[in-house]
């Protein structure tokens, strides 16, 4: 019997690009209406909103009887928290200005019709995704582990229930 347990939901299964919405949407900013990017950040917050409430249940389930409550609103905290500056709040003003400044650039020195430069500066902004990944999450990592994290865990795990990196 394989004590291995179930893939997550929202970091090992094709889920997890709902946390990924806002940053398209901030790539395609240009191309479409501001109400259009908006969504996009309603969906990456839902996907918080359900990973938070998942890590819950499971530290819920691994909670002894007294520490539910506490444990499950830690768990929830911690996710949305991380989930929230590593997937939405960073990555989106990161995608966002990185597209202003290519837009502002391309605006100054080429001259390109303005169809040519937004979608440019679209495909400038989707590029630069699988790039700034990684980094704000370590990032992210790093500095909740030595900030906030000290108040609630004894010891952050680097694969446990606190550690949210997303993958690839």
């Not at 395609?28 to 990017?37: E, I, P, Q, S, Y």
């Not at 989930?83 to 080429?110: D, E, H, M, W």
Request: glycine fraction near 6%; proline fraction near 5%; aromatic fraction near 10%.
């Amino acid at each position: 019997m394989s004590t291995q347990e179930p893939p997550d939901l929202y970091r090992d299964t094709y889920v997890r690009y709902l946390g990924y919405a806002n940053e398209v949407g901030e790539a395609f900013r240009a191309l479409v209406h501001v109400n259009a990017v908006r969504f996009s950040y309603v969906v990456a917050c839902s996907y918080v909103m359900a990973d938070a409430n998942h890590k819950g249940q499971i530290a819920a389930k691994k909670s002894d009887e007294s520490n539910v409550t506490k444990n499950r609103m830690i768990a929830m905290a911690d996710t949305v928290v991380w989930q929230g500056l590593a997937s939405v709040a960073i990555p989106g003003f990161t995608i966002n200005r990185l597209c202003a400044g290519t837009n502002y650039l391309l605006k100054k020195t080429a001259s390109l019709p303005v169809g040519v430069r937004r979608w440019t500066t679209t495909f400038v902004g989707l590029g630069c995704i699988p790039f700034i990944v990684k980094p704000i999450d370590h990032s992210v990592d790093f500095m909740m582990n030595n900030s906030v994290r000290k108040m609630y865990v004894a010891k952050p795990e680097p694969k446990g229930v606190f550690h949210h990196e997303r993958a690839d």
